[in-house]
């Protein structure tokens, strides 16, 4: 749903999605949704 409304996705040990981004943490997951949030 996020994905379809263009918002920023990032998952933890998730399998190969288009659109959402692998993090290694809930850390880099914040830090990659924030970051993609100011560009």
């Known amino acids: 749903l996020a994905l ?3 918002r920023p996705v990032a998952g ?3 399998h190969d999605v ?3 981004a692998a ?3 809930p850390g880099a997951a914040v ?3 924030e ?3 100011r560009s």
């Open 4 to 6: 379809a409304h263009g």
């Open 18 to 20: 288009a659109g959402v």
């Open 35 to 37: 970051e993609s949030k």
């Open 12 to 14: 933890l040990d998730t």
């Open 23 to 25: 993090v290694e943490s």
């Open 31 to 33: 830090e990659y949704v």
